[in-house]
Nanobody, 124 residues
Framework: QVQLVESGGGLVQAGGSLRLSCAASGRTFTMYSMAWFRQAPGKEREFVAAITWSSGRTSYADSVKGRFTISRDNAKNTVYLQMNSLKPEDTAVYIC?????????????????WGQGTQVTVSS
């Protein structure tokens, strides 16, 4: 079993920055890919970014490219999402996910484990 716990959300003004963390426990993560999704009220869950655990290969949604950076600390079993130049449309619950294997996936159904999410609110 895998447990994912997010932290770092909050309220920020447009143009500001936040760093989200996702701490993983319960299994070794040498063969897991990790991702961040987000979900705004009344909208479907949306892919944000992903990273493979061993090679560090990354993928981003077009809407966040150049503003968000996903990274990981293998020693701490933690994945981060650095969010810069935040916009009001980035407001959502941000949710961490994990899947077995090194292939990056952008579809929620490909992920096996999910955290509870952390709220990010960007004011205009």
């Amino acid at each position: 079993q895998v447990q994912l716990v997010e932290s770092g959300g909050g309220l920020v003004q447009a143009g500001g920055s936040l760093r989200l963390s996702c701490a993983a426990s319960g299994r070794t993560f040498t063969m897991y890919s990790m991702a961040w999704f987000r979900q705004a009220p009344g909208k479907e869950r949306e892919f944000v970014a992903a990273i493979t655990w061993s090679s560090g290969r990354t993928s981003y949604a077009d809407s966040v490219k150049g503003r968000f950076t996903i990274s990981r600390d293998n020693a701490k079993n933690t994945v981060y999402l650095q969010m810069n130049s935040l916009k009001p449309e980035d407001t959502a619950v941000y949710i961490c996910a994990a899947k077995n294997g090194e292939i990056v996936a952008t579809v929620p159904g490909r992920y096996d484990y999910w955290g509870q999410g952390t709220q990010v609110t960007v004011s205009s």
